[in-house]
T-cell receptor, first 115, second 115 residues
């Protein structure tokens, strides 16, 4: 079965600093999804990547999928306290567009931003 | 357009009682997914349902857990004879089609505590 490893497990940064979270798959990724979860709340969809080498940005968050489609990174520029939370990467469990489309999630990265 | 609605937000049950968790998908979404987030563990897929059908229940525990998504009304995740190990956050997500091109929309979750 497909497994997703995230690193680091937790991260504390000073406000204004840049940071990167990585997500590595044991198998080729057909679709890679980044979510953010605030403690005690639901998941907020951030971005989805499908193509090797693809890069997407939204405000100060940039996500990339490598050419081999087995690793993705999430980069936050000039971090703010509002960026704090748990970041989760998720991948489709099977072939894209298959009969089941459950997501397999990574282990999560807990981000704290110190003012 | 309301998002995915889950209720209750918090649920406390004594060991041996039944827990019923409800999920109303977004308007126009006929595909529902349940996930469980255990303390210190990641988010794990439980079951995928379409209206009146269970499509994939590979993540459901074999006993005490059941799910339904009737023609009318919300999807229900039912846990019979709850035990302390069932204490977790249960998230529901919905999508308009089997293809999760832009990710699911998640609800805010139900936090079940078994005492």
């Amino acid at each position: 079965s497909q497994e997703l490893e995230q690193s680091p497990q937790s991260l504390i940064v000073q406000e204004g600093k840049n940071l990167t979270i990585n997500c590595t798959s044991s198998k080729t990724l057909y679709g890679l999804y980044w979510y953010k979860q605030k403690y005690g709340e639901g998941l907020i969809f951030l971005m989805m990547l499908q193509k090797g080498g693809e890069e997407k940005s939204h405000e100060k968050i940039t996500a990339k999928l490598d050419e081999k489609k087995q690793q993705s990174s999430l980069h936050i520029t000039a971090s703010q306290p509002s960026h704090a939370g748990i970041y989760l990467c998720g991948a489709t469990g099977g072939h894209y567009g298959g009969a089941t489309n459950k997501l397999i999630f990574g282990t999560g990265t807990l981000l704290a931003v110190q003012p | 357009n309301a998002g995915v609605m889950q209720n209750p937000r918090h649920l406390v049950r004594r060991r041996g009682q039944e827990a019923r968790l409800r999920c109303s998908p977004m308007k126009g979404h006929s595909h529902v997914y349940w996930y469980r987030q255990l303390p210190e563990e990641g988010l794990k897929f439980m079951v995928y349902l379409q209206k009146e059908n269970i499509i994939d229940e590979s993540g459901m525990p074999k006993e005490r857990f059941s799910a339904e998504f009737p023609k009318e009304g919300p999807s229900i995740l039912r846990i019979q004879q709850v035990v302390r190990g069932d204490s977790a956050a249960y998230f529901c997500a919905s999508s308009p089609s089997p293809e999760i091109s832009y990710g699911y929309t998640f609800g805010s979750g139900t936090r079940l505590t078994v005492v």
